[in-house]
């Protein structure tokens, strides 16, 4: 049973901030010279928009949203967005630059240091590690942020926990697709050298399937969804079982070639 001051510090900052692995961080990064620049921004806050517009979003955090105060400078009002206080290619730009460039809560947590890259910071309606819910969200979100990749010379990207399980359950699966079967392939070539019988193959790659359809039709049936450490059963599970069955299958040949006659039943005499 899980407990500790961790634990329930954890439940404490969930409770409080909400779920931690759903946020996803898309990307911007200038090719050349910065994103300040009129262009960019509306780029910027464009991408944040169409995010935000998305069903798979719940919120979103970048320079088009949140709110920078420039009040001592003339023609800025407090609380505005940072986009919306840039004051234009005049004499006001070298003073709003330093003094965004100043700002830590912008920087570094939504614009780089020298302005060549920005965040915008997502939300997502889900969280876990559930397969079936988390990719699919994730790719909707690619998807619309690739639509953007390229303009006003700005790259972009996603990153972020929901964005790296997504990425790790398509690779393990592909993996698992070619070296799953290759491996099966492998053991019962490798067992029919060893026993020289078809049993011996058989018995062994049967013990092997057996226990991991079981466990994964269990989960099916309770609604337990696969995730980053349940998958790992698909390939552990055989490993052990098919493990003991061949010790079995040793023990079995071993008595029987202290019997008498050869196909006598493998009994122990009083």
Do not use: C
């Not at 290759?182 to 060893?194: E, N, Y």
């Not at 049993?199 to 696969?226: D, Q, R, W």
């Amino acid at each position: 049973m899980e407990s500790g001051n961790e634990v329930e510090e954890l439940a404490a900052y969930k409770e409080t901030w909400g779920e931690d692995d759903s946020v996803l961080i898309v990307t911007l990064q200038a090719e050349e010279d910065d994103l300040l620049s009129e262009r960019r921004l509306q780029l910027l806050s464009d991408l944040t928009a169409a995010l935000e517009e998305s069903p798979s979003v719940g919120s979103t955090a970048s320079l088009a949203n949140s709110p920078a105060i420039f009040g001592d400078l003339p023609g800025m009002i407090e609380l505005r967005s940072v986009v919306a206080t840039y004051p234009g290619e005049g004499d006001l730009l070298p003073a709003w630059r330093q003094r965004l460039l100043d700002n830590s809560a912008v920087v570094p947590l939504l614009l780089a240091e020298d302005a060549r890259s920005a965040a915008v910071v997502v939300e997502l309606d889900v969280h876990g590690d559930n397969v079936r819910l988390l990719a699919p969200v994730v790719n909707e979100v690619r998807a619309l942020v690739s639509t953007f990749d390229g303009r006003e010379g700005v790259r972009t990207g996603t990153a972020g926990i929901p964005v790296v399980r997504a990425d790790f359950f398509k690779l393990i699966f592909e993996n698992q697709r070619t070296l799953v079967p290759s491996i099966m392939f492998m053991v019962a070539v490798l067992l029919m050298l060893l026993f020289r019988r078809l049993h011996g193959a058989l018995i062994p790659g049967f013990a092997a399937l057996l226990p991991t359809l079981i466990v994964f039709g269990a989960m099916g049936f309770f609604g337990e969804s696969i995730g980053i450490m349940n998958q790992n059963y698909a390939t552990l599970l055989p490993a052990i079982v098919l493990a003991d069955a061949i010790h079995l299958v040793s023990r079995f040949h071993e008595e029987a070639r202290g019997l008498a006659a050869p196909g006598e039943r493998l009994t122990r005499k009083q």
